[in-house]
């Protein structure tokens, strides 16, 4: 079984600062992917990142980040410069490759982002 | 990008009728494609797994007769909500894989269902 955990059912961000949404997760499978996923108040998933667990780099997109730790079994995001856009639901998500398990995502239960002005 | 659409983005309906979603994948070829079910300010829930040309799966606890799945082609799975009742008011999200990596997700925009 899979579980994706987020600790952090609301953040706050200044405007044009860091900010990192941590998310740990636990499987018994050797090949899996990490992704991350925006959800504005519209409803809407956008896709932001994804990490598969043998890549050595960790992946970047623009101002998006993660911060993969395989040892700790943590894949955090990291959001450089906030921009008031930036505020919505985060899903942190996992697939596995194996079996039954092969695309389908599991979710974390999100983390809300406020930035402000 | 990959793109998918759903539609209706939202449907209110008497407590009885059946209501059908349909999601599309616009610019690819979707094999399989996913149901998600979420509620306000939950996390998404997979419902099934939608496969062309073959029976859906469906995740546990999941009434197979009451949410009917059918992907008869490779752009087009639809939903039908049958005999909807208020506790079967939520929003609805379609998945599709595509995409520049293996098996990449695209997400529908969601149907928010409301039974009155």
């Known amino acids: 079984a899979q579980k994706i955990t987020q600790t952090q059912p609301g953040m706050f961000v200044q405007e044009k600062e860091a900010v990192t949404l941590d998310c740990t997760y636990d499987t018994s499978d050797q090949s899996y992917g990490l992704f991350w996923y925006k959800q504005p108040s519209s409803g809407e998933m956008i896709f932001l990142i994804y990490?598969?667990?043998?890549?050595?780099q960790n992946a970047t997109e623009g101002r998006y980040s993660l911060n993969f730790q395989k040892a700790r079994k943590s894949a955090n995001l990291v959001i450089s410069a906030s921009q008031l856009g930036d505020s919505a639901m985060y899903f942190c998500?996992?697939?596995?490759?194996?079996?039954?398990?092969?695309?389908?995502?599991?979710f974390g239960k999100g983390t809300l982002l406020t930035v402000n002005p | 990008g990959a793109v998918v659409s759903q539609h209706p983005s939202w449907v209110i309906c008497k407590s009885g009728t059946s209501v059908k979603i349909e999601c599309r994948s616009l610019d690819f070829q979707a094999t399989t494609m996913f149901w998600y079910r979420q509620f306000p300010k939950q996390s998404l829930m997979l419902m099934a797994t939608s496969n062309e040309g073959s029976k859906a799966t469906y995740e546990q606890g999941v009434e197979k007769d009451k949410f009917l799945i059918n992907h008869a082609s490779l752009t087009l799975s639809t939903l039908t909500v049958t005999s909807a009742h208020p506790e079967d008011s939520s929003f609805y999200i379609c998945?599709?894989?595509?995409?520049?990596?293996?098996?990449?997700?695209?997400f529908g925009e969601g149907s928010r269902l409301t039974v009155l």
């Open positions: 998500a996992m697939r596995g490759y194996s079996g039954g398990s092969n695309y389908k995502l599991t």
């Open positions: 998945s599709a894989r595509g995409g520049r990596y293996t098996g990449e997700l695209f």
């Open positions: 990490q598969g667990s043998y890549d050595e």
